[in-house]
Nanobody
């Protein structure tokens, strides 16, 4: 089992940056595919980014390509999401998720979820 705790959210002006972290406990972090999703009020939870077990494969939603970077440190059991050039439409609760693979873009591929961290981008 994997427990996930996100941190790093906050309020930032448009054009600014934030770095989200997700600390995982449990022995299976290095064997887990890790993803970031977000959910804005009144909207479905949507895929943001994912990273393979080794970190060699990265996946991004079109809306964040070129602005967000996902990375992981298996020695620290942590996955990161560096968010640059933030826009008001990036405002959402951001969730970290761990899974065993399959469709990196789908919520059903992830068995474990964090509680989420709020990101608010002001215009």
């Amino acid at each position: 089992q994997v427990q996930l705790v996100e941190s790093g959210g906050g309020l930032v002006q448009a054009g600014g940056s934030l770095r989200l972290s997700c600390a995982a406990s449990g022995r299976t972090f290095s064997s887990s595919v890790m993803g970031w999703f977000r959910q804005a009020p009144g909207k479905e939870r949507e895929f943001v980014a994912a990273i393979s077990r080794s970190g060699s494969m990265l996946f991004y939603a079109d809306s964040v390509k070129g602005r967000f970077t996902i990375s992981r440190d298996n020695a620290k059991n942590t996955v990161y999401l560096q968010m640059n050039s933030l826009k008001p439409e990036d405002t959402a609760v951001y969730y970290c998720a761990a899974g065993s693979g399959g469709n990196y873009y789908a919520t059903y591929a992830y068995a474990y979820w964090g509680q989420g961290t709020q990101v608010t981008v002001s215009s």
